[in-house]
């Protein structure tokens, strides 16, 4: 089946590599025989079309249903407006402020740190389409975007960057986001429940010159 690849994020040494099905716009994330991951330099880049033959990974863990076992690839051709496809192919998009994502089911740490914690009120997959009202600008750590908070009392929601792309300095309101859930996780010694926390994979039709404004 054809298959865009939108998103290639790291996760330790390996990639993440996310993709969409063209028949039925299913979300779907691209593993190799024995549930790895693939290489840091795989050949799967963002905007690629391939033809895949695959099987569903059947050891899953809601949210992230997305998993497939890859039996076969082979490249196909690319898409030049990856944006402009993602925005009119059907594909749910979250429009608005962070309180939007995932259908308002993530929670906030005190640190602006968005995470879904309950295991029984889950979206229907661990990524996602966001389209933010207003800028992201990123921290002094370099690690994080940060969604301005409407005045002083209010958070400052923060987004840490996971994707392959170089970072800007500012991602300007009305640009087209993935976003991912990481997977279950609790700090060691924690008596907190395991959460998956939000993320920020990359975006889409942004020139970098453009990003880089106003630094």
Known sequence: MEILITSKTHKGKAACVGGLFLANNRLVR??????????????????????????????IEPPHIEDIIIQYKQYLRQVDDISAFLLNCGVTIFRGAPNQIFNGKLGWTGNG??????????????????ISDKDL??????????????????QTKRFPYVGFAPKVNI?????????????????????????????LSGWY???????MEGF
């Open 171 to 199: 991602i300007p309101q009305g640009t087209l986001l993935r976003i991912s859930l990481a997977r279950w996780w609790k700090p060691e010694d924690s008596d907190l429940l395991e959460r998956c926390y939000l993320q």
């Open 205 to 211: 039709g942004l020139n970098v010159l453009e990003g």
């Open 137 to 154: 600008t990123l921290d002094q750590d370099g690690k994080h975007y940060n969604y301005p908070s409407d005045n002083i009392f209010a």
């Open 30 to 59: 691209l593993l190799n025989p024995g549930n790895w991951d693939q290489y840091a330099d795989t050949d799967f880049n963002i905007g690629d079309i391939w033809d895949i033959e695959f099987y569903d990974r059947q050891d």
């Open 113 to 130: 740190g968005g995470y879904l914690g309950n295991r029984d009120n889950l979206p229907a997959n661990s990524v996602g389409f966001w």
